[in-house]
């Protein structure tokens, strides 16, 4: 296992509209979908679909939900072995999609908000790894930001690369919370309202200079735009002020079909091209190509 990746894992239900209901009204269902859906597990499938041996961490129910995503880890190579099954319901989601492509989500974590204790085989696991990929949704709890800033620890005590995807969910984290969180990782992943959230700027500039002592690599989604990374010289060790080296890279050009879950597609081949020994511009190239390739449909 070259992965682990710790989040939820969650069933989408996806309905398509031609425009959202008013309330109380009622609106015909053109079209709709079921699938596997959290963040974590996204870049999880993605990882393995790059062939890059992947683990994933979390908790699902002993439901028919949980046992289809359990079947769907299985059949795509996935590393099973820290998922945890509980009584219970899987987390869930509906998702809204109306005649512009806008989304509106209803979420219920169900079972992905449990929390979990960073046991032996958990360690085991860990230093068997080259990176450890975490969600921003486990910070959303108390018990759950605990485990994950240990195995965080844990994984850099070991020489183990860590990387946040903190979501949009990082706006109603504590700032003395994502202090500790920033401390423990080495790659840091945001788009640009959640480095605005945590910087407290919209100025990607400052924002920049605001934690390039903090973060080893900080590596900025922007859409259309393509991504950008600042990385320490001496990355993934921790960063060493005036040392970093700034790359930008383009989206390639694409009519997008569907945004969603584009960041996902984006980590998963970032990861994987930073794994297979590349140059900093081949992980932002590799991850754009890839993620807009996704939003092209
Ligand atoms: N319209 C687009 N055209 C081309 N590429 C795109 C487009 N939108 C997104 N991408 C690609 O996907 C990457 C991630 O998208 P974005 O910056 O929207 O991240 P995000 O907001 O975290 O996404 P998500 O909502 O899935 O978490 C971008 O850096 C880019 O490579
Ligand atoms: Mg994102």
Same mark, same amino acid.
């Given at each position: 296992?070259?992965?682990?990746?710790?989040?939820?894992?969650?069933?989408?239900?996806?309905?398509?509209? %031609? *425009? +959202?209901?008013?309330? =109380?009204? @009622?609106?015909?269902?053109?079209?709709?979908?079921?699938? /596997?859906? &959290?963040?974590?597990?996204?870049?999880?499938?993605?990882?393995?679909?790059?062939?890059?041996?992947?683990?994933?961490?979390?908790?699902?129910?002993?439901?028919?939900?949980?046992?289809?995503?359990? %079947? *769907? +880890?299985?059949?795509? =190579?996935? @590393?099973?072995?820290?998922?945890?099954?509980?009584?219970? /319901?899987? &987390?869930?989601?509906?998702?809204?999609?109306?005649?512009?492509?806008?989304?509106?989500?209803?979420?219920?974590?169900?079972?992905?908000?449990?929390?979990?204790?960073?046991?032996?085989?958990?360690?085991? *696991?860990?230093?068997?790894?080259?990176?450890?990929?975490?969600?921003?949704?486990?910070?959303?709890?108390?018990?759950?930001?605990?485990?994950?800033?240990?195995?965080?620890?844990?994984?850099?005590?070991?020489?183990?690369?860590?990387?946040?995807?903190?979501?949009?969910?990082?706006?109603?984290?504590?700032?003395?919370?994502?202090?500790?969180?920033?401390?423990?990782?080495?790659?840091?992943?945001?788009?640009?309202?959640?480095?605005?959230?945590?910087?407290?700027?919209?100025?990607?500039?400052?924002?920049?200079?605001?934690?390039?002592?903090?973060?080893?690599?900080?590596?900025?989604?922007?859409?259309?735009?393509?991504?950008?990374?600042?990385?320490?010289?001496?990355?993934?060790?921790?960063?060493?002020?005036?040392?970093?080296?700034?790359?930008?890279?383009?989206?390639?050009?694409?009519?997008?079909?569907?945004?969603?879950?584009?960041?996902?597609?984006?980590?998963?081949?970032?990861?994987?091209?930073?794994?297979?020994?590349?140059?900093?511009?081949?992980?932002?190239?590799?991850?754009?190509?890839?993620?807009?390739?996704?939003?092209?449909?």
């Amino acid at each position: 296992m070259m992965v682990l990746v710790i989040g939820d894992a969650l069933v989408d239900q996806c309905v398509w509209v %031609k *425009k +959202m209901p008013a309330r =109380g009204s @009622d609106e015909t269902i053109l079209s709709s979908a079921e699938h /596997s859906g &959290g963040s974590a597990l996204n870049t999880s499938f993605r990882l393995s679909g790059l062939g890059v041996l992947t683990g994933f961490c979390g908790c699902i129910g002993d439901d028919e939900s949980g046992r289809n995503l359990l %079947k *769907k +880890m299985h059949d795509s =190579g996935i @590393d099973t072995s820290l998922v945890r099954t509980e009584p219970g /319901s899987t &987390g869930h989601t509906i998702t809204i999609i109306d005649g512009q492509g806008e989304r509106t989500m209803l979420s219920d974590r169900g079972l992905s908000a449990r929390s979990l204790i960073l046991t032996d085989e958990i360690r085991e *696991k860990i230093r068997q790894i080259r990176l450890l990929c975490l969600s921003g949704y486990w910070l959303i709890d108390p018990a759950q930001t605990e485990f994950v800033i240990q195995c965080a620890a844990y994984a850099r005590s070991q020489g183990v690369t860590v990387m946040l995807d903190p979501c949009p969910t990082i706006r109603t984290v504590e700032p003395a919370t994502v202090r500790r969180i920033l401390d423990v990782i080495d790659i840091f992943a945001p788009n640009r309202d959640e480095l605005a959230a945590v910087t407290g700027t919209d100025d990607i500039e400052k924002s920049f200079s605001t934690l390039e002592t903090v973060i080893p690599a900080l590596l900025l989604k922007m859409g259309a735009k393509g991504s950008m990374l600042q990385l320490s010289t001496n990355f993934p060790k921790p960063a060493v002020p005036g040392s970093s080296r700034r790359f930008r890279a383009p989206a390639p050009h694409v009519t997008p079909i569907n945004t969603t879950g584009a960041g996902d597609v984006y980590n998963a081949a970032f990861i994987a091209s930073y794994l297979s020994g590349k140059t900093p511009e081949e992980w932002l190239r590799d991850a754009n190509a890839c993620a807009a390739e996704w939003v092209a449909g």
